[in-house]
């Protein structure tokens, strides 16, 4: 049974930035692409950002292009998120998933970007 652990959110005002971290466990990390998504109040759970196993192919979500960057370290079973240029439309809890959401989902980090 894999386990995600997701962490690095926090509060911060706009133009700021943070570096969100998700640990696997239970599962051989390195075969699957992984993925970053967010669910704000309300709203439906989103794709922000996914990238290939071996790293060198990465996709975003228009919203986020320009200001986020993933990234994944396999030895470590831990991909990140580099947030900058935050928005308050950024505020959200953060998961991350392979990059179909195939696996259990973790409990999020929450994200808030207050303006």
């Known amino acids: 049974q894999v386990q995600l652990v997701e962490s690095g959110g926090g509060l911060v005002q706009a133009g700021g930035s943070l570096r969100l971290s998700c640990a696997a466990s239970g599962r051989t990390f390195s075969s699957y692409a992984m993925g970053w998504f967010r669910q704000a109040p309300g709203k439906e759970r989103e794709f922000v950002a996914a990238?290939?196993?071996?790293?060198?192919?990465?996709d975003y979500a228009d919203s986020v292009k320009g200001r986020f960057t993933i990234s994944r370290d396999n030895t470590k079973n831990t991909v990140y998120l580099q947030m900058n240029s935050l928005k308050p439309e950024d505020t959200a809890v953060y998961y991350c998933?392979?990059?179909?959401?195939?696996?259990?989902w973790g409990q999020g980090t929450q994200v808030t970007v207050s303006s």
């Open positions: 998933n392979t990059d179909r959401g195939s696996w259990e």
């Open positions: 990238i290939r196993w071996s790293g060198g192919i990465t």
